[in-house]
């Protein structure tokens, strides 16, 4: 008797640290990227003429350097004393968010530190837009436009600005897309109000649009 209970107590330990380390690993953990590489890539000319919107992509990760690249790029810091952004914003308010969806999880790039930093450890790509190819691309962007750091301005403000802000961000991306042979599509068939609940947004976010990144199908 005293044996089957020493078993059972046994294996009750065993399964309690395996799952507390499945726990430990599944964990998400910051992605610090690699310095963006801000030389080179093609002629602008060259790249406007290249820009267009892709539909299919291929289910090849992207390498944590063409993400650097991408999200510096995007809305990244290129004047370090200022703190100011590849993207303009009204009144400087830095009111757009990028979170960053891949399969191993839901990340927010924090511009500042070019870090990724985790939000949830689950792959919901799927959620980002209502087209059936978004689950296929490695890398969907959501823009959310934080109201709470645009101080008084009217809700019609609000809207007006966060909108043609994520435009410019979103036209960034394309444009090093087009330089790069990436495939590209921003995107507003999404529903809202499922997504920003999975993401835990809070009242005063609001997702603007989501574009998606990767290799193009041949």
Same mark, same amino acid.
């Given at each position: 008797?005293?044996?089957? @209970?020493?078993?059972?107590?046994? @294996?009750?330990?065993?399964?309690?640290?395996?799952?507390?380390?499945?726990?430990?690993?599944?964990?998400?953990?910051?992605?610090?990227?690699?310095?963006?590489?801000?030389?080179?890539?093609?002629?602008?000319?060259?790249?406007?003429?290249?820009?267009? $919107?892709?539909?299919?992509?291929?289910?090849?990760?992207?390498?944590?350097?063409? =993400?650097?690249? @991408?999200?510096?790029?995007?809305?990244?810091?290129?004047?370090? !004393?200022?703190?100011?952004?590849?993207?303009?914003?009204?009144?400087?308010? #830095?009111?757009?968010? =990028?979170? /960053?969806?891949?399969?191993?999880?839901?990340?927010?790039?924090?511009?500042?530190?070019? =870090?990724?930093?985790?939000?949830?450890?689950?792959? =919901?790509?799927?959620?980002?837009?209502?087209?059936?190819?978004?689950?296929?691309?490695? /890398?969907?962007?959501? *823009?959310?436009?934080?109201? $709470?750091?645009?101080?008084?301005?009217?809700?019609?403000?609000? !809207?007006? *600005?966060?909108?043609?802000?994520?435009?410019?961000?979103? #036209?960034?991306? *394309?444009? *090093?897309?087009? $330089?790069?042979?990436?495939?590209?599509?921003?995107?507003? $068939?999404?529903?809202?109000?499922?997504?920003?609940?999975?993401?835990? @947004?809070?009242?005063? #976010?609001?997702?603007?649009?989501?574009?998606?990144?990767?290799?193009?199908?041949?």
């Amino acid at each position: 008797m005293q044996r089957t @209970l020493f078993v059972i107590a046994f @294996l009750t330990w065993s399964i309690s640290i395996l799952c507390t380390t499945l726990s430990f690993s599944d964990e998400l953990k910051p992605i610090k990227l690699p310095d963006p590489q801000v030389k080179g890539g093609r002629p602008l000319m060259e790249v406007l003429k290249d820009r267009s $919107s892709f539909r299919s992509f291929r289910s090849e990760k992207l390498p944590l350097q063409v =993400i650097s690249n @991408l999200l510096w790029a995007a809305f990244g810091v290129n004047r370090p !004393d200022t703190g100011k952004r590849t993207a303009p914003s009204a009144v400087n308010w #830095q009111e757009i968010d =990028i979170y /960053v969806a891949m399969t191993e999880g839901l990340y927010l790039y924090d511009a500042k530190t070019h =870090i990724l930093k985790p939000v949830l450890s689950a792959d =919901i790509r799927a959620m980002t837009g209502r087209q059936e190819f978004v689950k296929d691309a490695p /890398v969907n962007l959501i *823009y959310v436009a934080d109201f $709470s750091r645009m101080g008084t301005a009217t809700k019609e403000d609000k !809207d007006l *600005y966060s909108a043609a802000d994520t435009g410019f961000i979103s #036209q960034n991306v *394309y444009l *090093y897309c087009a $330089s790069e042979g990436l495939a590209t599509v921003v995107r507003g $068939s999404i529903d809202r109000q499922a997504l920003a609940k999975t993401m835990k @947004l809070r009242p005063e #976010q609001k997702i603007i649009l989501a574009q998606s990144v990767g290799y193009p199908k041949k």
